[in-house]
């Protein structure tokens, strides 16, 4: 069975960073692309990154490009998103998402809350 | 950017009724949409890819249409399993999800 675990998320002050992790398990994550999407309190779905199987390319929604950083570790089946200088507005559940070979995503995570306030 | 446009932003509905969604792109997607539910305080789920493609383990009830720059999520007869927020996705360049439509109760 297919399963993607989100951990990491916390209250942060603006500013601050935040590691975010997602296990994956019930397939060969090394052959996935993996994604990151995020959805603010009663808002819809932003899509926030992608990162190639072999972690060797990564892409990043233009509004984040910077601050956000996405990688993996195939030997652990584990998918990252580093953030930093947090601001109030990336308030979110963050999902990760796997994507089928045709683009579309098949299995997200339940998802983990991050908080940015003072 | 390629954006999606949905509308309604609300539908209010009864059981067995005809429901439909649209999800309009601002430049051709071909057939590169997906359409996405999601209930309160979950994740969201595929129903359908490649805009008509019913995703394994989906209800029948569920289709979807279209191709280019105008697409349709149909549910033929709505259950009470039905009412959730249904996102369109694509993912012809980079991804971009719609603002979602919400399907309450009427």
């Known amino acids: 069975e297919v399963q993607l675990v989100e951990s990491g998320g916390d209250l942060v002050q603006p500013g601050g960073s935040l590691r975010l992790s997602c296990a994956a398990s019930?397939?060969?994550?090394?052959?996935?692309?993996m994604h990151w999407v995020r959805q603010a309190p009663g808002k819809g779905l932003l899509w926030v990154s992608r990162?190639?199987?072999?972690?060797?390319?990564?892409i990043y929604a233009d509004s984040l490009k910077g601050r956000f950083t996405a990688s993996r570790d195939n030997t652990k089946n584990t998918l990252f998103l580093q953030m930093k200088s947090l601001r109030a507005e990336d308030t979110a559940v963050y999902y990760c998402?796997?994507?089928?070979?045709?683009?579309?995503?098949?299995?997200w995570g339940h998802g983990s809350l991050v908080t940015v306030s003072s | 950017d390629i954006q999606l446009t949905q509308s309604p932003s609300t539908l209010s509905a009864s059981v067995g009724d005809r429901v439909t969604i649209t999800c309009r792109a601002s430049?051709?997607?071909?057939?590169?949409l997906a359409w996405y539910q999601q209930k309160p305080g979950k994740a969201p789920k595929l129903l359908i890819y490649?805009?008509?493609t019913l995703q394994s383990g989906v209800p029948s009830r569920f289709s979807g249409s279209g191709s280019g720059t105008e697409f349709t999520l149909t549910i033929s007869s709505l259950q009470p399993d039905d009412f959730a927020t249904y996102f369109c996705?694509?993912?012809?360049?980079?991804?971009?999800f719609g603002q979602g439509t919400k399907v309450e109760i009427k």
């Open positions: 998402a796997r994507m089928n070979g045709y683009g579309y995503f098949d299995y």
């Open positions: 990162i190639q199987s072999d972690g060797s390319s990564t």
């Open positions: 019930g397939f060969t994550f090394s052959s996935y692309w």
């Open positions: 430049q051709s997607i071909t057939s590169r």
């Open positions: 490649k805009a008509s």
């Open positions: 996705q694509q993912y012809d360049v980079d991804w971009a």
